[in-house]
């Protein structure tokens, strides 16, 4: 079993900045892909960035977002950039043995969660 804690959430103007991090425990291993999704009330849960080997991103966050790991520490990062009222959501933390992919039911641990809301 793979534990995983998110942080970082919070209140921020629009344009501001915010970096998640959670942080894995258990049966981790540096191999594994890692990525954030979030979700909004009455939506699906939508993938924002993963990584492995490479980064990918959601359109609608590249340039502004970036994925980073920390394998020593078992640590993974979203730095969150030129924050948008649309990027108001619960953002979760999710690992998966094997590649990165796109949707939420492919992946098998989960955090429980942080609130990042951004006001306009």
């Known amino acids: 079993q793979v534990q995983l804690v998110e942080s970082g959430g919070g209140l921020v103007q629009a344009g501001g900045s915010l970096r998640l991090s959670c942080a894995a425990s258990?049966?981790?291993?540096?191999?594994?892909?890692m990525a954030w999704f979030r979700q909004v009330p009455g939506k699906e849960r939508e993938f924002v960035a993963g990584i492995r080997w490479r980064t990918y991103y959601a359109e609608s966050v590249k340039g502004r977002f970036t994925i980073s790991r920390d394998n020593a520490k078992n640590t993974l990062y979203l730095q969150m950039s030129s924050l948008k009222p649309e990027d108001t959501a619960v953002y979760y933390c999710?690992?998966?043995?094997?590649?990165?992919?796109?949707?939420?039911?492919?992946?098998?641990?989960w955090g429980q969660g942080t609130q990042v809301t951004v006001s306009s």
């Open positions: 999710t690992a998966r043995a094997g590649d990165v992919l796109g949707h939420a039911s492919q992946y098998d641990y």
């Open positions: 258990g049966r981790t291993s540096s191999s594994y892909a």
